[in-house]
């Protein structure tokens, strides 16, 4: 986890350990359970960028239409939701617990949507995608809530087959010394290059969660108790498999490949807050942990090693603490953990973080900054795996990180901040698809600003960031990635209307390809992709009080000019699509 995750952690950490139990609606922390406030997707603007894809960032490689794998091409902003290799390509599309959005008593969503994109030339199959979300108070501090949504994808060609089912379960209970929060979450994913032929050529993939926590509040009174002894257990079940035919000059050979991974985590926690208990100088959290990890690989159904069991025993701290100041507040977290047993034991990190709120004229201002310093391993796929055309066994050594970051922002929604990672003998894919470690230290800097303008009606939303690696080789990126978005929007009593344009820009460079055989993203030196823009036309309507319809053209300027959209190295055809959807959002 690089440190822009941790501090968006820690953040979130910390004010769920301030939030007060206000009506509305909170995400929950998926190690401790604790919750922070959270706004339900109900804007009025831009709804085609609630899509996975657009959400996950400005930038990304990708294959171009509805459920293709997700990389980022910002750094800072790629995720690994999940302990294992393979799975970073569909974090787009995952829903575990932490992104489930939970409601507390007195509130009831409802949530329908639809939505579908349609190639210019109407000749390839269009793609659509549909999600159904439901949350309400059946009884006196108890929420439950459900979620669906489906995604089908017709890929590069027209021609494949792309399906994204995700489902979702979750219930919260609140009483005065007691709390519980219990979700279950299954994703399903399926890729074929041939529609008509999607039972012997395809990857499949799960990933399902199991989470609950329990919250116990001792001494004190009930809103202040001097200690809270929390218990959290979480399950996680992934599975990938890769079926096809591979042809070359000596024939064809059937490939059958699958990898197995189970993990069971069981964490216990202490906390005691300053403010419940006011002899304490600050905020403290201990955490003891215990995890079983499952590894299995197949090549035909049958193991091409022995199954690897492992018990990891990991613990952790933080001390926190918020302080009036004149003229606003001060902030710090310092957090700590390492694994003292198994296979990972040495591995560990030490992050602290400051935020400082003041008010410069009339204006709120925020300044956060922090580092951290990390030893890491590889996943046990990394290390060694096994399939039908490609196989790896490595002796990577723990690799070792620096990181750092700043920002300042304005209330008005204007930021700037500095992200920095040092990374020593940092892994990655090489051109040939298979791991690699570099020897020696790779940096990679990134400043990203964000400015958000008004000017009556008008709305001017933007973000430029720079990045600088210092072994493009290894970790290419864009020098420049811009987002600019420019759109009237006027609000009536019951009804709206948005209508922009915007443009999604990049420099040249070596972006890393996608490789369906393994499913991971490696590097690649034969085709530069970027240095042209994606422009879009759009317009959203909301037409009665949570209704609303959008349509948007799509890289319309693809094939002028010379050039093409191209999301990702190997993308021929021209991406000009025309979206259209459609959305009602019922909150009471």
């Not at 922070?36 to 930038?59: F, K, W």
């Not at 171009?64 to 790629?78: H, K, W």
């Not at 990190?349 to 201002?365: D, I």
């Not at 690699?436 to 790779?442: E, K």
């Amino acid at each position: 986890m690089r440190l822009k995750t941790a501090l968006l952690l820690l953040t979130a950490l910390t004010a769920a350990l301030r939030a007060s139990a206000e009506t509305g609606y909170f995400k929950v922390n998926e190690r401790f359970g604790f919750k922070s406030q959270a706004t339900a997707d109900t804007a009025q603007t831009s709804l085609r960028n609630s899509m996975p894809e657009r959400r996950y960032s400005i930038a990304n490689s990708w294959t171009g239409s509805y459920a293709g794998p997700v990389q980022s091409m910002l750094y800072f902003y790629r995720t690994m939701k999940s302990p294992m290799a393979f799975a970073d390509a569909y974090d787009a599309y995952t829903l575990k617990a932490g992104d489930l959005l939970f409601t507390t008593p007195e509130t009831f969503s409802l949530s329908l949507g639809a939505r579908g994109a349609f190639p210019t030339d109407f000749r390839t199959r269009p793609d659509s995608r549909y999600n159904i979300s439901l949350a309400g108070t059946p009884n006196t501090g108890v929420s439950l809530g459900a979620t669906a949504t489906g995604t089908l994808g017709s890929g590069t060609s027209g021609r494949e087959q792309r399906a994204i089912g995700n489902a979702a379960i979750w219930t919260s209970v609140d009483y005065e010394r007691y709390s519980a929060k219990l979700a279950f979450a299954s994703n399903y994913m399926r890729f074929a290059p041939e529609r008509a032929d999607r039972d012997n050529h395809r990857t499949l993939y799960h990933n399902n969660i199991a989470f609950i926590t329990q919250n116990f509040a001792l001494g004190g009174t009930g809103s202040r108790p001097a200690v809270e002894l929390i218990h959290t257990f979480k399950w996680e079940d992934i599975s990938r498999s890769y079926n096809t035919l591979l042809s070359d000059s000596l024939g064809t050979a059937a490939a059958n490949d699958s990898v197995a991974f189970q993990t069971f985590k069981n964490t216990l926690t202490v906390r005691t807050l300053r403010d419940n208990v006011p002899v304490m100088p600050f905020s403290l959290l201990y955490y003891f942990e215990h995890e079983y990890r499952y590894h299995a690989n197949y090549i035909d159904h049958s193991l091409t090693r022995d199954e690897m069991h492992d018990h990891h025993l990991h613990t952790g701290f933080s001390i926190f603490d918020t302080r009036t100041l004149a003229n606003g507040s001060f902030s710090y977290d310092l957090t700590g953990d390492v694994f003292i047993y198994g296979i990972l034991t040495s591995e560990c990190n030490l992050v602290a973080t400051f935020v400082r709120s003041l008010t410069a004229g009339t204006e709120p201002l925020t300044i956060t900054w922090g580092a951290g310093g990390h030893r890491d391993s590889n996943t046990k796929f990394i290390t060694r795996y096994d399939a039908s055309f490609i196989r790896w066994t490595n002796n990577f050594s723990k690799f070792h990180r620096l990181d750092a970051q700043a920002r300042i922002a304005l209330k008005r929604n204007i930021s700037l901040g500095i992200n920095f990672d040092n990374v020593w003998d940092m892994v990655y894919l090489d051109d040939n698809g298979l791991p690699a470690q570099t020897s020696g230290a790779t940096q990679i800097v990134a400043v990203d600003l964000k400015a958000d303008l008004r000017f009556g009606d008008i709305y001017w939303e933007n973000q430029f960031v720079y990045q600088y690696t210092s072994n493009r080789d290894i970790m290419p990126l864009p020098d420049f990635t811009l987002y600019s978005n420019l759109y009237y929007f006027k609000q009536f009593r019951r009804a709206g209307f948005q209508a922009g344009i915007d443009i999604r820009y990049y420099t040249a460079f070596y972006a890393n390809i996608f490789d369906p055989y393994t499913g991971l993203y490696h590097t690649q030196h034969t085709q530069k992709i970027g240095n042209y823009p994606e422009l879009g036309l759009y317009a959203n309507v909301r037409v009665l009080d949570g209704l609303k319809f959008y349509a948007e053209w799509n890289c319309w300027n693809s094939g002028l000019f010379g050039g093409d959209c191209s999301p990702m190295p190997g993308i021929a055809r021209t991406h000009s699509r025309l979206d259209v959807g459609i959305a009602w959002d019922l909150n009471i």
